[in-house]
């Protein structure tokens, strides 16, 4: 069955109506060799019993499998990762490989519709083109096109050159680490060493340019929570909507808890109108209280692009609550601001920043700059409520912006950790070791790590149902998790902990001691002057040791057979 896209064909339409009339054109792992598989490793497809991918081979498998046919794209279909893969930076096609066709409606695209939980394993070495041929594609990423869930995965290396593609006159290239457009709600996927360059060709309108170093775009109403992305983005022409997690969101979408740690440089070019942010581009639409990003952050240098921002480059409908970006905003072509670089230009457009701070500086020339997102004038736009920039950044502030200045050293206090509470702890800022906190760090696994190094190292001692408990406890352990579910990764270490202390040991061995009564039952003991010995040594036996203990049973064996030997008969 085939899954039809939402918000991207009425932004699309959009798109269309506003064109000009002339449009111009870590464990040891084996490294994949580039083959493909001819099946999975195990499973049905089920939730119960998932299609199981175990090495490079395998993963090229669903690729060939999603590619070959627009029916083939696996909805409902579950897969689950069970070991980490190197694909050795061969040559990556993205599973879901050309999408540009569902934008016009039409039929022939490929999509992955499936689910894929990672179970935490890592996916390493992923290259898509090269510096000197990079890949003329719609979609960029492991996955081109998504439209079921992805969770529990992690991306090391990751690079990427890409060059969107010219439809029918209209540039499409949608790209992120993990998925170019995702369709479907993606948990705790987490990229690392991420290196993308992408361009546009030399014709074309840019309808549809998102870039993200994690997704290029999220669907409608789908979520993205506890993810993060790390590393760099480079973007050649000065278009689209380019952000350190995520290039645009769509109607009604989330992203929660999650980071961005990407240094994004775009060619500045006000023609080109490029929105570029630390985490994401921009918005995706109309005014929409449910399209939010809540408790997230952006530590990444921002550089180029037309409209600039430490966390977004525009609102255009975005809803940011609880969040801050810390890198630094420069050379932006038409403004810039340590936040958000600016608003929307259609009042039907506009979005709110509320409980937010920037401590990034703002540098270089621009024609328009904010210190913290712009605000250029009395009449009402977008509502910005409560937020803070460095006040290193105090002398471009403009009359209406409503921001506060503060010292560097104010933003790392218990009391402005209150002030963005705002009396409501459950915006969920905190004050931990000296640090304000949003909730998306990461959480420390420091328990965890205690509580694994404390298992003991020979497990065969102890019975096979305490030890399965303990199995159980450690295979409960979610790498990744934010520090908003601190107590949750604290209470994965308490069931290591738990099934440790719990761990039973097998009973010894009293094989020999029922040998050694056994044949001193069968003797007749008014055949012998003195029985008692052997009589003591039965008695003495005692059961219920454990196999640690199992020298003292073998003793009590000992102790009955030398008093059997030790007997005298009684004289005939």
């Known amino acids: ?71 083939n794209d696996c909805a409902g279909e579950c897969f689950v990762l069970t070991a980490d893969i190197d694909l050795a930076n061969h040559d990556w096609t ?90 479907g709600s993606i948990e705790n996927c987490h990229v690392t060493n991420l290196s993308m360059t992408m361009n546009t060709p030399d014709s074309g309108w840019t309808a549809a340019y998102w870039i993200g170093g994690l997704v290029g775009i999220l669907d409608e109403s789908k979520s993205i ?94 809803n940011i609550k609880n969040c801050y970006a810390s890198g630094n905003v420069s050379q932006a072509a038409a403004a810039m601001a340590s936040f958000v670089g600016t608003d929307a230009s259609d009042p039907n457009y506009y979005g709110s920043i509320t409980n937010c701070f920037a401590t990034g ?25 409560n937020c803070y920039f460095a006040e290193e950044n105090a002398d471009i502030k403009k009359q209406y912006e409503s921001a506060t200045a503060k010292s560097q050293d104010e933003m790392k206090t218990e009391a402005f950790t209150a002030v963005l509470n705002a009396g409501d702890d459950r915006n969920g800022w905190s004050f931990v070791n000296g640090q304000v906190l949003c909730g998306a760090e990461p959480a420390d696994y420091s328990a965890v790590e205690a509580a694994l190094v404390a298992i003991p190292s020979d497990l065969t001692v102890y019975t096979g149902k305490s030890v399965a408990a303990l199995n159980t406890a450690v295979d409960g352990v979610v790498r990744g998790k934010a520090f908003v579910n601190q107590a949750n990764v604290n209470a994965m270490a308490q069931a290591i902990e738990d099934a440790i202390a719990a761990l039973q040991y097998k009973g010894a061995d009293y094989t020999k001691v029922d040998e050694a009564i056994a044949k001193a039952n069968a003797l007749n003991k008014d055949n012998y002057k003195d029985f008692s010995g052997v009589e003591a040594a039965v008695k003495a036996v005692v059961r219920d040791k454990n196999i640690t203990e199992q020298s003292e049973v073998d003793a009590m064996a000992k102790a009955i057979e030398d008093a059997i030997a030790a007997l005298e008969q009684k004289p005939s």
């Open 225 to 318: 929570e506890e993810c993060s992305a790390a590393g760099t983005i480079k973007e050649l022409s000065g278009k689209g909507s380019i952000g350190g997690l995520i290039g645009e969101l769509g109607k009604a979408a989330k992203i929660t808890y999650s980071r961005s740690d990407v240094t994004v440089n775009v060619k500045a070019d006000s023609s080109g109108g490029a929105n570029v942010g630390g985490f994401i581009g921009k918005g995706n639409g109309k005014t929409d209280a449910e399209r939010i990003i809540r408790n997230c952050y952006a530590t990444g240098n921002v550089t180029g692009g037309a409209y600039t921002g430490g966390f977004a480059g525009g609102l255009w409908g975005l």
């Open 361 to 385: 500086s703002v540098t270089g020339s621009s024609p328009f700059q904010y210190a913290f997102a712009e605000q250029s004038s009395a009449t009402k736009r977008s509502e910005i409520t």
């Open 94 to 183: 993205p599973i879901g490989n050309s999408f540009a066709d569902v934008l016009f409606d039409g039929p022939d695209y490929r999509l992955f519709a499936g689910n894929l939980d990672g179970k935490g394993h890592t996916i390493s070495n992923i290259s898509i083109g090269t510096e000197s041929t990079p890949l003329e594609s719609d979609v960029f990423g492991l996955f081109g096109a998504t439209g079921g869930k992805i969770s529990n995965l992690n991306l090391n290396g990751v690079t990427i050159y890409g060059t969107a593609k010219n439809v029918s006159g209209y540039v499409i290239g949608l790209a992120g680490a993990l998925a170019g457009f995702a369709g």
């Open 1 to 71: 069955m085939k899954k039809r896209i939402g918000s991207l064909l009425l932004i699309l339409a959009l798109c269309f109506t506003l064109l000009p009339t002339a449009v111009m054109a870590e464990e040891s792992v084996d490294a994949w060799d580039g083959s493909v598989a001819e099946s999975f490793a195990g499973g049905t497809g089920t939730e119960e019993d998932p299609y199981q991918i175990a090495n490079g081979a395998q993963l090229a498998y669903l690729a060939q499998f999603v590619n070959s046919d627009s029916n």
